[in-house]
């Protein structure tokens, strides 16, 4: 299956802006895009990509004064196949958990585990370990939170996401990753494209968050916010929380003016030629309106 991604971003500044952007697919990704997959900008300014710790690809840039537009239109070679499901997938005693996956035990600046973990547990603790405690946890979280755009901001923690019962899809990850930490079991935020594949148009694109557990030896996807394995999902980040995978970070003031983002299955008949093609004209994708950008 060929899936087009790719988003345009507007801004406006009143001085030189440094800016690192994390709208990249994710280094996993090697191999399986069709076309240049890179940032593109106008006017045009200097650019350095580099890996973080957690190897999603980052790209630094300063802004000139006055607007500055941002995008990127790809193609991406994907299964097909929806999130993998594994109801018999065991949970690790920590003791027995790979070094690397221990860092997402701990509490972060979004995932407050250790102030949630009585609430964890008296919530949890009758649930079967493994795959059944993880899955209770998003059936909670998604009957918990109440989604909109309008609830989204900046500082906005798991606890707090908890005590409001709001929130955007960032903060549906963030309370499933707190609760699961709280009964020892790695997980880590994940952000990237989700399109409406295989379900119902939903409107105006935007970028998604979901989550990753450690179970039965790997990470397996889980999505609070819909509760469904989904089809075509494009990484871009992963961290210990969105502090780890901001889309934008800014070293100062800019106004946002105008955020498409798109995600499309392409005909099945379409080459890899046509599918080049394609990409030589941006998609007519609707724009999220400035409530909304940037807030999940």
């Known amino acids: 299956m060929l899936v087009r991604f790719g988003f345009e971003l507007v801004i406006e500044t009143?001085?030189?802006?440094?800016?690192?952007?994390?709208?990249?697919p994710h280094s996993s990704y090697s191999g399986n895009v069709i076309g240049a997959d890179r940032i593109r900008s106008e006017p045009q300014v200097p650019m350095e990509e580099f890996l973080?710790?957690?190897?999603?690809?980052?790209?630094?840039?300063?802004?000139?004064v006055g607007g500055l537009r941002l995008w990127s239109d790809n193609v991406i070679q994907d299964d097909g196949q929806p999130d993998v499901f594994n109801w018999n997938a065991r949970?690790?005693?920590i003791e027995h958990l790979p070094p690397d996956t221990l860092q997402f035990l701990t509490p972060s600046r979004y995932c407050e585990s250790d102030v949630l973990m009585q609430q964890a547990w008296d919530l949890?603790?009758?649930?079967?370990?493994?795959w059944a405690r993880v899955q209770e946890i998003c059936?909670?979280?998604?009957?918990?939170?109440?989604?909109?755009?309008?609830?989204?901001?900046?500082?906005?923690?798991?606890?707090d996401a908890m005590l409001e019962g709001t929130g955007?899809?960032?903060?549906?990850?963030?309370?499933?990753?707190?609760?699961?930490?709280?009964?020892?079991?790695?997980?880590?935020?994940?952000?990237?494209?989700?399109?409406?594949?295989?379900?119902?148009?939903?409107g105006p694109g935007d970028f998604c968050a979901w989550f990753e557990a450690y179970l039965e030896d790997r990470w397996y996807t889980f999505d609070a916010r819909y509760n469904t394995p989904r089809i075509g999902r494009v990484l871009m980040v992963r961290g210990r929380d969105a502090a780890d995978g901001a889309m934008v970070t800014s070293f100062g003031d800019y106004?946002?003016?105008?955020?498409?983002?798109?995600?499309?299955?392409?005909?099945?008949?379409?080459?890899?030629?046509?599918?080049?093609?394609?990409?030589?004209?941006?998609?007519?994708?609707?724009?999220?309106?400035?409530?909304?950008?940037g807030s999940s």
């Open 91 to 93: 949970q690790h005693e």
């Open 52 to 64: 973080d710790p957690f190897d999603n690809r980052r790209v630094r840039l300063v802004a000139p």
């Open 124 to 130: 949890f603790s009758s649930t079967p370990p493994g």
């Open 168 to 202: 955007v899809c960032r903060d549906f990850a963030h309370l499933a990753i707190a609760l699961c930490r709280a009964m020892n079991i790695p997980a880590r935020y994940a952000s990237g494209y989700l399109g409406d594949i295989g379900v119902p148009p939903s």
């Open 255 to 293: 106004r946002l003016n105008s955020l498409r983002v798109w995600t499309d299955e392409l005909p099945e008949q379409l080459s890899e030629r046509d599918a080049l093609d394609l990409l030589g004209k941006l998609p007519d994708a609707p724009a999220l309106t400035l409530e909304m950008a």
């Open 139 to 159: 059936n909670f979280v998604h009957n918990h939170l109440v989604f909109g755009y309008r609830f989204g901001r900046p500082t906005k923690t798991a606890n």
């Open 14 to 24: 009143n001085a030189a802006l440094p800016l690192i952007l994390a709208l990249s």
